[in-house]
């Protein structure tokens, strides 16, 4: 089955500097990777995802990027504010009679004002 | 997108006592979904809810422990039966309303057991 690594586990960023999140795949025949951001006590949001037949997505401060040769992804946040710390979790679905997803391991976001 | 209501929010449960817990959307929807959410960490699919058939569970996880049923395309169930203290943890409802859309997450049941 999908194998999911995320990295890195714990991030720290000055307000206002970029963040990147990086997320490796195993399964080759993936094609979609959503990102989630969950604040504490909250539910898992959506806040961007892309799939396969696309190298780059962005929306307003956040971009993520995909690398199918590398079967990588990663999340960027640039100019972070203080609301953006919460956890992040990437996932990978590989669209073949199921659509569950397989989730990173989180990475935990701080913006230090 | 759908709203999602899971309720009860939180409990606190009695070992070997079980609980049921249910998700609910205010549209059709073809897809739900159940995952637990282990203290700081990462979600875990443990069964797709099928619409009128038995639903699909991942490795590690049984239906005699956690039943599920989804007798429509709005409402879906997860019972925790026969709980230990191990099974505390954040339960997740999340669904989806077609192919190749995306899923999206009730706010969870945080289950304690004493």
């Known amino acids: 089955g999908e194998n999911v690594e995320q990295h890195p586990s714990t991030l720290s960023v000055q307000e206002g500097d970029s963040a990147v999140i990086k997320c490796t795949y195993s399964?080759?025949?993936?094609?979609?990777f959503p990102w989630y951001k969950q604040e504490l006590g909250k539910r898992p949001q959506l806040i961007i995802d892309?799939?396969?037949?696309?190298g780059e997505k962005k929306d307003q401060r956040i971009a993520v990027t995909l690398n199918k040769t590398a079967k990588h992804f990663s999340l960027h946040i640039t100019e972070t504010q203080p609301e953006d710390s919460a956890v992040y979790f990437c996932?990978?679905?590989?669209?073949?009679?199921?659509?569950?997803?397989?989730f990173g391991t989180g990475t935990r976001l701080t913006i230090i004002p | 997108s759908a709203v999602i209501s899971q309720k009860p929010s939180r409990d606190i449960c009695q070992r070997g006592t079980s609980l049921t817990i249910q998700c609910q959307v205010d549209?059709?929807?073809?897809?739900m979904f159940w995952y637990r959410q282990q203290p700081g960490q990462s979600l875990t699919l443990i069964a797709t809810?099928?619409?009128?058939?038995?639903?699909?569970?991942e490795s590690g996880f049984v239906i005699d422990k956690f039943p599920i049923s989804r007798p429509n395309l709005t409402f879906s169930t997860l019972t925790v039966s026969n709980m230990s203290p191990e099974d505390s943890s954040i339960y997740l409802c999340?669904?989806?309303?077609?192919?190749?859309?995306?899923?999206?997450f009730g706010d969870g049941t945080r289950l304690s057991i004493l």
């Open positions: 999340s669904v989806q309303t077609g192919s190749n859309q995306p899923q999206h």
């Open positions: 399964d080759s025949a993936s094609n979609y």
């Open positions: 892309i799939r396969s037949n696309v």
């Open positions: 996932a990978a679905k590989t669209n073949f009679g199921n659509e569950k997803l397989t």
């Open positions: 549209s059709q929807v073809t897809m």
């Open positions: 809810a099928n619409q009128g058939s038995e639903a699909t569970y």
